[in-house]
């Protein structure tokens, strides 16, 4: 290599080093969004309590997640790691910002469909929990043209309906998993401003201001889709609450605000 060469060598080198840093740099930053600080202890504890109280409910199963938005910043949300509701504890909880990246990750596997609950966050600010289910007895109505609908007035919340999402109309052929922000987004757009949307072939997502009404929507959706459809094999005419039922229900205190249900589902779960 001659003198001339050698330094050129070194130049292109040094540019291509310089450019890889700036480049790592940036996907670093990207790769790690500041935290929002601590959670409440409170708001810890309501979340490890959600996950275990839906799958003691049957909600849930292996599958399946449940979150809370950030209680010190709207732009954050809060997750277990990928792991069974039921083995839930706050050590596993990972704080995501609204494009899904986590914060503290440390190299946990994550749940792919996290971006359900990352773009609902991003689409209703009135939404502070979310759960994504695969209740077995939700599915029939996401695939069939008979509309899951209030049958008793447990279920009031869902008087104006609960749309369905398939997947195939934003996103064509896929393995039926919301597993990017723009399936997310698609998903939050057909959610729209209702409590549930129901999701073709897959199972519901349902959110709430709070915990306990997004847990409590989910275990009575989850009762009204079973009664609806044992009311309907009965064969004769099945009478609906009517929508201003619902409304009237809704203006009296949807199930008083769940919370005499949650302090029972919590102190089921919590003492085992
Ligand atoms: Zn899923």
Redesign the pocket.
């Known amino acids: 290599m001659t003198k001339t060469n050698r330094r050129e060598f070194l130049r292109a080198t040094s540019l291509a080093l310089a450019t890889a840093w700036a480049g790592g740099g940036a996907g670093l930053a990207q790769q790690a969004p500041v935290s929002a600080g601590a959670l409440g202890p409170a708001l810890v504890g309501d979340l490890v309590a959600a996950n275990r109280i839906l799958a003691d409910q049957g909600v849930l199963d292996a599958?399946?997640h449940v979150s809370a938005r950030h209680d010190k910043n709207p732009e954050r949300f809060v997750l277990s790691r990928s792991l069974a509701p039921a083995l839930v504890t706050a050590t596993d909880l990972i704080e995501y910002d609204l494009d899904g990246r986590g914060v503290n990750v440390k190299g946990r596997s994550e749940y792919s469909?996290r971006f359900?609950h990352a773009e609902i966050y991003r689409a209703r600010r009135d939404v502070n929990a979310v759960v994504?289910?695969?209740a077995l007895s939700l599915i029939p109505f996401g695939v069939s043209t008979t509309p899951l609908r209030a049958i008793y007035h447990m279920a009031g919340f869902i008087g104006e309906g609960v749309p369905i999402f398939d997947i195939r109309a934003s996103s064509g052929m896929t393995d039926?998993?919301?597993k990017d922000s723009n399936k997310g987004r698609a998903l939050a757009q057909v959610l729209g401003n209702k409590p549930a949307v129901l999701?073709r072939g897959?199972?519901v997502a349902v959110v709430g201001p709070a915990l306990p009404f997004a847990v409590g929507r989910s275990i009575y959706l989850e009762l009204n889709a079973r009664i609806q459809a044992q009311a309907m094999a009965l064969g004769g005419a099945v009478t609906y609450l009517d929508p201003e039922e619902a409304r009237k229900i809704m203006e009296s205190g949807e199930n008083r605000s769940y919370e005499r249900a949650w302090e029972l589902w919590k102190r089921k779960v919590m003492t085992k």
């Open positions: 599958f399946g469909e359900i994504h289910a695969h039926m998993l919301v999701m897959h199972g």
